[in-house]
């Protein structure tokens, strides 16, 4: 494949960055994009054992080639997360950083998609909780998608500026912050980007990451961490910003371990990724402890009800309850307009505190919406990982799972009456309601696939 158009600049740039290895970087960049992704690690899928292990990351693998993930019904269950390779890096420095068998607080300040969202959430264990949140409103409804696809139970979005998090200020133990930047590690991927370059453009992303940056000092506890990222090269974005605010907030670089033979590249204020080096795109992480000097604000946030939320009663509690798998774990709330949500009991305080800062969230398990006499399950309960096994199912094959997930009608013969699952390769892809013989299909019309198939 042919080198990217690279902007004179950015060549020079990178020219004085990387020295005698000029060469080797535009060789990487006019060869293929590796193509990886990373399989849940709680929804079971066929793995082939040929796939190449991604090195720091323990779910992640390169595929030999890109397949049209759109047709993989099991991508649509929420099997796999297609990631960027270098950017599964954030498992590596987290499992370094924090105890990943202690009850968490974190946030992914800027989270859409959610492919680092989903990876964070598959780490911490059960009774921590994830806060994904997202500023543009219609990347947060691609970040809910992704991570209702997820199905995991301790999480939570939101979609507000970093400006707005001021009522949890000191509450988180971790808090990473992918800041919007200039891409110029992209570039292999998407040549668009390289023709949209320029260096008012790094300086305008320099500065507005700046502003985010400074948002997230206050929010992680004395000796808490923030995990600051990159998709790009340039120092003005990368080192410039990291020393600056360690100066001006407090905070002092943690120095990780990355073997050798990895290929990331150490430098004074974090790591970079290059693609002549690893197998991946371009991608900066440097990972900072906020000093202890601080006092701790973090218990003064005391829970109170979740607005527009109250504690499920009556006749709906047995039913709402034989939806998950272990309804004892949570607590069961409903709204004004009959929606209602399980909240894991060990993060029902967290929930309470963070809803209660946050006023646009969505949080715990979606169990369904009641109709007159009837519960309709959600869409997102078909995916999560709570619901119980035993709701009936149809497995189908893949022509019936792609008719499904276009919302077309699909056939089910000697499927029973009433609510049932439909299931590809053992894996929920959503709902059916059969009645005499005729089958209603509930898949969301914002999800399905529009493609031809």
């Known amino acids: ?166 009522g949890l200020e000191g509450w988180f133990d971790l808090v990473l912050l992918d800041a919007p930047c200039s891409g110029e590690g992209l570039f292999r991927k998407d040549p668009e980007a390289a023709r949209e370059w320029s260096t008012d453009h790094v300086r305008f992303c320099a500065s507005r990451q700046k502003r985010i940056f400074a948002d997230a000092a206050g929010l992680v506890r004395p000796g808490g961490i923030v995990l600051y990222s990159t998709c790009t090269y340039n120092a003005l974005e990368n080192a410039g910003n990291v020393a600056w605010f360690c100066q001006e907030f407090g905070y002092d670089p943690i120095p990780l371990n990355f073997p050798g033979d990895w290929g990331i590249q150490a430098q004074e204020w974090g790591y970079q990724c290059f693609p002549h080096l690893v197998k991946g795109e371009g991608f900066f992480l440097a990972a900072l402890r906020k000093q202890s000097g601080d006092s701790d604000k973090s218990g003064n946030l005391k829970p109170v009800r979740i607005p527009a939320w109250e504690p499920l009663a009556g006749k709906w509690m047995d039913m709402a309850k034989s939806c998950l798998e272990a309804p004892e774990a949570y607590t069961f709330y409903a709204d004004g307009e009959g929606t209602i949500r399980a909240v894991p009991k060990a993060l029902e305080e967290e929930v309470k505190t963070a809803a209660h800062a946050l006023k646009r969230t969505h949080w715990g398990v979606e169990i369904g919406q009641i109709k007159g006499k009837d519960l309709i399950p959600s869409p997102a309960l078909a995916l999560s990982t709570a619901i119980s096994s035993a709701f009936p199912f149809v497995e189908a094959g893949k022509q019936t799972a792609l008719k499904f997930l276009k919302k077309e009608q699909v056939e089910l013969p000697g499927a029973p009456n009433g609510w049932t699952l439909l299931r590809y390769q053992g894996l929920n892809l959503g709902w059916v309601k059969i009645m005499d013989r005729r089958t209603n299909n509930y898949y969301p019309k914002e999800w399905r696939i529009l493609m031809e198939v």
């Open 1 to 166: 494949m042919p080198i990217p158009v690279l902007p004179e600049a950015f060549v020079e740039s990178m020219q004085s960055l990387l020295g005698p290895s000029w060469n080797d970087f535009l060789n990487a960049m006019a060869s293929p994009a590796p193509v990886s992704i990373r399989y849940h690690p709680f929804k079971k899928k066929i793995r082939e054992e040929n796939f190449e292990q991604v090195k720091w990351c323990s779910d992640g693998v390169y595929l030999p080639e890109r397949p049209i993930f759109t047709l993989d019904p099991t991508f649509h269950a929420g099997a796999y997360y297609v990631q960027e390779a270098s950017s599964m890096l954030i498992e590596a420095a987290v499992r370094q950083l924090v105890d990943l068998k202690a009850p968490l607080r974190v946030l992914d300040l800027a989270a859409a998609p959610g492919g680092k969202s989903t990876l964070l959430a598959s780490l911490i264990s059960p009774d921590s909780l994830l806060v994904a949140n997202e500023v543009i409103r219609n990347r947060y409804q691609t970040l809910r998608y992704n991570l209702t696809k997820w199905g995991l139970s301790n999480t939570m979005t939101s979609n507000h500026d970093s400006r707005e998090f001021g």
